[in-house]
């Protein structure tokens, strides 16, 4: 008797929560419906964000992948799976996110839910934040480390920091309407950029403590240096060709390694290095394939 109780409460409990997927998508679908309704998509878009040990594509590991799945025929599935990553949490990334080694104890590993995860991602369009930086490459190095292979294209990519970064460029009327919230209309007059840059930077001193700081200013500055000159780093230049400061191949010219290895080349246009490294690297494959 008592496990009928049981199984019949069990039951009710099933039915309860598929009555609220039943109710939920309709929300959902309403709430997406400009999505749907303004691409046309002709496979399944998947929007979703990861939560991971710490920055890095290569070294780091997924402990939440948060998604909405978006079908063709509107349909929507919503989902966050939580993953056992199996190597310690960075104190940075906790302060972050709030995830420590405790809420990842007892959830299975990516390996366990490998299968589970390439269903939703497997052949979709990809959506989020960032996602062609970090989340997309960081996602594949999983799928990888597993024995699968993991693929997309830019053209399976919208990713929504590209877009802003290039429909609103970092302009000077760009940054005085989003700090002094109106619109700047004296561009390049005499004088007047001068005063409105002034403005900018007291309203960011007020918004941003950190930059109070000279030593957080020269940081800051320092790593967009860091950025602008990676390509540099990557590589150095003798008689006019690039040759490798990092990797097996350090102090190999990038022509004989596009020859010899082309994977190396591929799997660094698909991780985490800067525009200029990787269109340094697509010139030679370019011209690899010419030959």
């Known amino acids: ?18 009555a609220k997927r039943i109710l939920a998508e309709p929300v959902l679908r309403y709430r997406f419906r400009k999505i749907i309704k303004f691409l046309q998509l002709k496979k399944p878009l998947v929007i979703f964000s990861l939560e991971t040990t710490g920055p890095s594509v290569s070294a780091d590991k997924i402990i939440v992948i948060s ?32 995830l420590d080694g405790k809420t990842a104890k007892g959830h299975p590993t990516f390996r366990r839910q490998a299968n589970e995860i390439w269903d939703i991602f497997s052949n979709c369009y990809y959506g989020g934040f960032n996602i062609v930086d970090f989340d997309l490459p960081l996602l594949r190095r999983e799928f990888i480390r ?15 920091k590209v877009i802003f ?21 004296d561009v390049h007059k005499p ?10 930077l007291e309203k960011q001193l007020h918004k941003y403590e950190e930059i109070r700081d000279w030593d957080f200013i020269n940081e800051i500055h320092k790593l967009r240096e860091e950025k602008l000159t990676e390509h ?18 350090r102090d190999k010219a990038l022509t004989e390694v596009a020859s010899k ?30 030959n």
Request: charged residues 25%; proline residues 3%.
């Open 1 to 18: 008797m008592a496990a009928f109780i049981l199984t019949k409460k069990m039951l009710s409990l099933a039915l309860a929560k598929r």
């Open 67 to 98: 998604y909405v799945k978006i079908m063709i025929n509107g349909r929507v599935k919503k989902g966050d799976i939580i993953l056992d990553p199996q190597i310690e949490i960075s104190t940075e990334s906790t302060s972050i996110h709030g």
């Open 146 to 160: 597993v024995g699968m292979n993991f693929e997309y294209t830019e053209k399976d990519i919208i990713d929504s």
């Open 165 to 185: 970064n290039y429909m609103e460029p970092p302009t000077l009327s760009v940054a005085y309407n989003y700090y002094c919230h109106r619109s700047y209309l």
């Open 191 to 200: 004088g007047a950029d001068v005063l409105a840059e002034i403005e900018i």
């Open 232 to 249: 540099k780093r990557k590589f150095y230049w003798r008689r006019g060709k690039a040759y490798f400061t990092f990797s097996r191949y």
């Open 261 to 290: 290895d082309p994977a190396f080349l591929t799997w660094i246009l698909r991780s985490n290095f800067s525009a200029e490294t990787k269109s340094i690297v697509r010139k030679a494959l370019k011209i690899e394939n010419r």
